[in-house]
């Protein structure tokens, strides 16, 4: 079911479907809540799973000219505060992934658990960050062009039909919630010591093909939550829900019972 609410006067989409255990799904740039449908109606079978359009993004208004993680956290929490749920698994695609590590430091009463799906902890390098500026620039005059383009990079195999798929899903992404996006990730902290504390477990999904998270650097980082767990995708770049999704369901699925089992203990 599509829901609305209100952050910080703009109005937020979200979907609220199944029963049960809540878990969160945070879409990444520059996607929206569609971009989980079937992964998400598989899910709500066993849980009951809140999608959320980030500021900007789908039909969530924008809020400024730079919405950075800690602002698209807190209106996370604000959807879940109007839900009135207070515990549950956060699970962050790329962009959603960061948004998720900027919760898990300002609100991680609330968290039972965290997966970083093709995403990490750390901070842009100083190239990346010249990368989004750049890439702000040809969003604002070329959209539909940028859109395209960076859907197609985002998969292992280029003649994959969610290609399609995704640049339709994206199409009508406004500039100005491109450009806010990008400059939020450009600003985001390293948090890896979020990592270090977490009470919770966390999972990491890594894919060997993917361009934008290297998962051989990411192999350390995996080291660092006390309880963690890893699952690397041999066949899949950075939108494993789509490329691998039996696998990553399952994962996602036994992940989430295990860190609400952990908890009613």
């Known amino acids: 079911m599509i829901k609305y609410t209100t ?17 969160v799904l945070l879409h990444g740039f520059p996607e929206n809540l569609e971009v989980w449908e079937e992964f ?3 899910l709500a079978k066993g849980f009951r799973v809140i999608a959320i359009d980030l500021p900007g993004l789908g039909e969530s208004e924008n809020i400024g000219y730079v919405h950075t993680m800690e602002l698209m956290a807190q209106c996370v929490h604000a959807v879940m505060q109007q839900l009135k749920l207070r515990r549950y698994v956060i699970v962050g695609h790329s962009m959603g992934g960061y948004v998720g590590m900027a919760f898990a430091e300002l609100f991680p009463e609330n968290l039972r658990g965290l997966c970083l799906f093709h995403s990490s902890a750390f901070a842009d390098s100083d190239e990346k960050k010249l990368d989004r500026d750049k890439a702000s620039e040809v969003a604002k005059k070329h959209r539909v062009q940028f859109l395209k383009t960076f859907a197609a990079n985002l998969f292992a195999d280029p003649k994959d039909p969610n290609i399609k798929k995704l640049q339709q899903l994206t199409a009508h992404t406004h500039a100005r919630g ?23 477990t966390v999972l990491f999904i890594l894919g060997k093909k993917d361009k934008i998270i290297d ?3 990411m192999m350390p980082q995996t ?14 770049a950075h939108m494993g829900f789509y490329e691998a999704p039996k696998e990553t369901l399952r994962a996602v699925r036994h992940f989430a019972h295990a860190c609400f089992k952990e908890k009613s203990q």
């Open 40 to 42: 998400s109606a598989k």
């Open 215 to 217: 998962w051989e650097k």
């Open 7 to 23: 952050f910080r006067k703009a109005k937020i989409r979200y979907s609220d479907e199944g029963n049960g255990r809540a878990i």
């Open 178 to 200: 491109i450009v806010a996006s990008l400059q939020g990730m450009k600003l985001r902290p390293s948090r890896e010591i979020v990592l270090k504390f977490a009470p919770y």
């Open 223 to 236: 080291e660092i939550p006390p309880h963690k767990e890893v699952l690397l995708l041999e066949d899949a």
